[in-house]
């Protein structure tokens, strides 16, 4: 199996980043970005962090509270409330990926002082993403999103860009809808995808989009191993040049 650390010693990793390894994948939604990204996390032995997670959580909590998720000053009301009670452990909360959810998660992701409530949480986290299950701190850590290449992450040392056919992705949906016993049409699933695709990528404040230097992998004819396959390519590549920089450095 290959491990970041197969490449690099742990210290040689750890002197070179000075810090944690950050790999920003972005992409739209049913892109294949989440299970990419989890799946290198895992392979990598890194952190990971889910960020739609934070939008679905604020949309959540306004939708219990009673606040309008289309209101502003209703999503940043929500957005304190989530921010003060956030821990990582809402990954795991399966509420959070019903369709109500999942549409109020992007209105609440198009107010900027939401965005702007939840930037911390996640800056921080890409910068002391904490111990493993070892108790060992993690050497990196995988963030996926929106705008993680583009504003949470910047300086990330990889980014990536997933993308896929939204006809494809659509497809995708149903099928994991229905295999957990929900009903759902294609056509419905890809109205609703188009329309969070849409308010996603134009939006005014931290608008879906591929960073300059971010590497695309569209998966919309690729198996999860295979896009598997060409992420953990350019993590290898990253490494050997990073490698290759640090010999240099010594010599
Ligand atoms: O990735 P997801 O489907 O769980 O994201 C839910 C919503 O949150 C999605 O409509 C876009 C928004 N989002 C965002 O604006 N920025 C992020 N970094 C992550 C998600």
Do not use: W
Not at 153 to 174: G, L, Q, S, T, W
Request: charged share 25%.
């Amino acid at each position: 199996m290959f491990r970041a650390i197969d490449l690099l010693s742990g210290d040689d990793l750890k002197n070179l980043l000075k810090g944690p390894m950050v790999i920003a994948i972005d992409g739209p939604t049913a892109s294949g970005k989440g299970t990419l990204a989890q799946r290198l996390a895992k392979r990598l032995g890194f952190a990971y962090m889910d960020t739609g997670v934070l939008y679905r959580g604020v949309a959540k909590t306004a939708l219990d509270n009673g606040l309008d998720p289309e209101n502003a000053d209703d999503a940043a009301k929500a957005a304190k409330i989530l921010a003060e009670n956030y821990s990582l452990s809402l990954q795991e909360d399966p509420s959070l990926r019903l369709e109500k959810v999942s549409q109020a998660a992007s209105q609440v992701a198009s107010v900027a002082e939401v965005r702007n409530i939840l930037l911390d949480i996640q800056k921080n986290f890409a910068k002391k993403p904490g111990k493993n299950k070892d108790g060992e701190n993690y050497l990196g850590v995988v963030m996926d999103g929106r705008d993680v290449g583009t504003v949470i992450c910047p300086d990330a040392h990889i980014k990536m860009y997933i993308d896929a056919d939204a006809e494809i992705r659509a497809a995708r949906r149903v099928e994991q809808l229905i295999s957990k016993g929900l009903e759902a049409t294609h056509e419905n699933v890809l109205k609703e995808l188009q329309i969070r695709d849409g308010r996603d990528s134009n939006r005014d404040t931290a608008p879906l989009e591929v960073a300059d230097d971010a590497f695309t992998i569209d998966s919309s004819s690729l198996n999860a191993n295979e896009v598997l396959a060409r992420a953990l390519d350019i993590v290898r590549g990253y490494l050997i040049g990073a490698q290759a920089a640090m010999k240099m450095h010594q010599y």
